[in-house]
C-alpha cells in the first residue's frame, strides 16, 4: 500500500516555479513530521524541507531557504513544496517522506529516519 504520492513534478526553465503535492493515507490519530527529500543525479539524497504535524514547526536546507515553501492541508492530507526562482542545480527527484513525531519539536533530515516514502515525482529545470 502507497501511503504517500507525490504529484506535480515537471520541466521548467530556470527562474520558473512549480508546486509539488504529496497526498498521504498515513493513520490520522498520530503526528508526524512531513519532509521534502532531493536526490540530484550521483548524489546523497538530502533534506529540503520539514513540517511538524503536531506543532506545525517547519524548517528548510539553506538552499531552499526564501525560494520554498512547504505547507500542508490537514483537511486533504495533503503535503506541499511550492518552488519558486529555480535553478538548474535544483533538478532532482522529489521524494515525500513521513515518520511518527510524538514531539513538537525540529524534526530531522535524516533519510534513514523516515519511516515511509513516497516513489518520488522528477524536477527538470534547464537553463
Known amino acids: 500500500q502507497t501511503l504517500l504520492r507525490e504529484s506535480g513534478g515537471a520541466s521548467v526553465e530556470a527562474g520558473g516555479s512549480l508546486k509539488l503535492s504529496c497526498a498521504s493515507s498515513l493513520y490520522a490519530g498520530y503526528t508526524y513530521c512531513m519532509a521534502w527529500f532531493r536526490q540530484g543525479p550521483g548524489k546523497e539524497r538530502f533534506g529540503v524541507a520539514t513540517?511538524?504535524?503536531?506543532?506545525?514547526?517547519?524548517d528548510y536546507a539553506g538552499s531552499a531557504r526564501g525560494r520554498f515553501t512547504i505547507a500542508r492541508d490537514s483537511v486533504k492530507d495533503t503535503l506541499y513544496l511550492e518552488m519558486d526562482n529555480l535553478k538548474p542545480e535544483d533538478t532532482a527527484m522529489y521524494y515525500c517522506?513521513?515518520?511518527?513525531?510524538?514531539?513538537?519539536?525540529?524534526?530531522?533530515?535524516?533519510?534513514?529516519?523516515?519511516?515511509?516514502w513516497g516513489q518520488g515525482t522528477q524536477v527538470t529545470v534547464s537553463p
Open positions: 517522506a513521513a515518520t511518527r513525531k510524538s514531539s513538537t519539536g525540529t524534526c530531522v533530515t535524516t533519510p534513514d529516519d523516515y519511516l515511509y
Open positions: 513540517l511538524n504535524t503536531g506543532g506545525g514547526r517547519i
